[in-house]
């Protein structure tokens, strides 16, 4: 019995590694950002506004890659408008939300 519980517990692990269930929750990304940044709730806001209601798409934030004190930045649109908590700069949710204003540099 204990060897069958082994061998699924296996299973499961290496299936969600190649899904990226277990690790993809852990990893920063562009894709996470866009999310949060659209989403109502990002870092506790109680304002029910997102980042997208005044920066739609992403629109004005061009260049804003070229700041040096972006999550400082991002911090202040979360503490003012959101009406949210400050997030840790090394924070999933930062490092992606940075990711995703970072993604809107654009391509000349
Ligand atoms: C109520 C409207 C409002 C909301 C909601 C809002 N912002 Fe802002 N944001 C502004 C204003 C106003 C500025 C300053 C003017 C500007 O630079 O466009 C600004 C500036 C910024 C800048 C600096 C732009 C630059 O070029 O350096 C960033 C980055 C930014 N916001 C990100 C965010 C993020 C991320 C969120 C969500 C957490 C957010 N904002 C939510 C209004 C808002």
Redesign the pocket.
Known sequence: MKNVLCSLFFVMLIVSMHTGGVFAAEKPSVEKGRL??NSQS??G?T?G???????PGGA?????W??QN?AG??N???A???K?LKLDENSIEMQS?IMY?RSLKQQH
């Open positions: 949060l940044f990002l870092a806001a304002s506004k997102s980042c997208a209601e005044c920066h004005g934030l061009e260049n804003a070229k700041n972006l930045q991002v202040t649109c979360i003012g408008p959101l949210g939300v204003i």
